[in-house]
């Protein structure tokens, strides 16, 4: 629809040149429905309706186009609100984004035909990840700008090679400024990624860098509680892990966790209600079945450890540790 041949290719020969991949993507949409039982077989808000769908999408909408004019604050992990109400100030500001874009893309279209399909590339790989229901706990990131970015980049070269020849026909000797800036951003753009290459330095710094611009990412606390727990840092670890409870307080694995600091610590009952906490969550969970029966095993019940070892060797039967400890 875009090409400069448009008009002189028949329906049947549009088709024909991308029959191929059409064939490829119903290949795969049947194929991911049969072996992940659906194209998206886990849904992370089943409370949401249609009407907060499309609010959540405006919101999303929002902020990414907020992230994509001025990319600051970069953060790994953004909190995502639990209630529809919290959207309605960034859905309003992405319900006029995207009617900017309709704007831009009737201008682009009676200008440039081409350059109309920016508007069309950045909407049509931005609208999969708007269904926050297929989505995981951080619908919104960065990462998913990636290929979005190449439609606002075809407009903005567009843009500047337009700007570009009108300066030249006119002689003006503004036109010299466009590399200028260009080679001023370009050099501003490498600093900071060299900056920004710094909280990648470890998964230490990553997550406490990245919790100092979202301070209730959950997530990112049970991961910093991991690091700490895999340095021997435990009383820091059980902060991390509590403060991921206190955040998320249905989250089994901040529940497993806790259970293997008081299994480290020979409170076993303790550990024994916390895994099965975990369990009744989550019920499989390999893990959690695996250091309860551990802890059976401590304990001596070995009849109830073998029940909780076999249940994990069910869910995971390439784990090494299942086996070790069906073995023992």
């Known amino acids: 629809c875009f090409r400069e041949d448009r008009g002189e290719t028949t329906v049947v020969q549009k088709l024909r040149r991308y029959s191929a991949l059409w064939l490829l993507a119903a290949a795969y949409l049947t194929l991911r429905a049969r072996y992940l039982e659906g194209f998206a077989p886990s849904f992370h808000r089943p409370g949401f309706g249609i009407l907060d769908l499309l609010i959540s999408a405006l919101a999303l909408i929002g902020q990414y186009g907020r992230k994509l004019l001025w990319p600051a604050e970069l953060c790994a992990y953004y909190v995502f609100p639990t209630h529809v109400a ?18 831009m893309f009737v201008l682009l279209l009676k200008f440039d035909r081409q350059a109309a399909f920016g508007v069309v590339c950045l909407l049509a790989t931005l609208a999969p990840v708007l269904n926050v229901r297929w989505m995981p706990a951080n619908p919104f990131t960065e990462r998913y700008l990636y290929l ?63 919790l100092k611009f979202s301070p209730e990412a959950y997530y990112i606390h049970n991961n910093l509680g991991i690091v700490y727990w895999a340095h021997g840092n435990t009383p ?7 403060t991921t409870l206190r955040l998320d307080p249905t989250n089994e694995i901040a529940l497993h966790n806790l259970g293997l600091i008081s299994k480290a610590a020979k409170r076993y009952q303790q550990a024994e209600n916390l895994f099965l906490l975990a369990l009744a969550i989550r019920p499989n969970y390999s893990d959690a079945h695996l250091d309860l029966g551990l802890t059976y095993q401590a304990t001596g019940r070995s009849a109830d450890a073998e029940v909780q070892l076999r249940a994990a060797e069910n869910l995971s039967p390439l784990n090494v540790r299942v086996h070790n400890a069906l073995s023992e």
């Open 236 to 242: 820091a670890a059980e902060k991390e892990w509590r």
């Open 86 to 103: 919290a959207l309605y100030p960034a859905a309003l500001r992405g319900a006029c984004a995207l009617a900017l874009c309709a704007l």
């Open 148 to 210: 979005p970015s190449v439609g606002f980049c075809w407009i903005a070269a567009w843009a500047a090679v337009r700007l570009w020849d009108f300066l030249s026909v006119r002689g003006s000797q503004w036109r010299m400024a466009l590399p200028l800036a260009a080679g001023l951003v370009a050099a501003l753009w490498v600093i900071r990624i060299l900056t920004r290459n710094r909280d990648w330095r470890d998964n230490l710094t990553f997550y406490t860098t990245t």
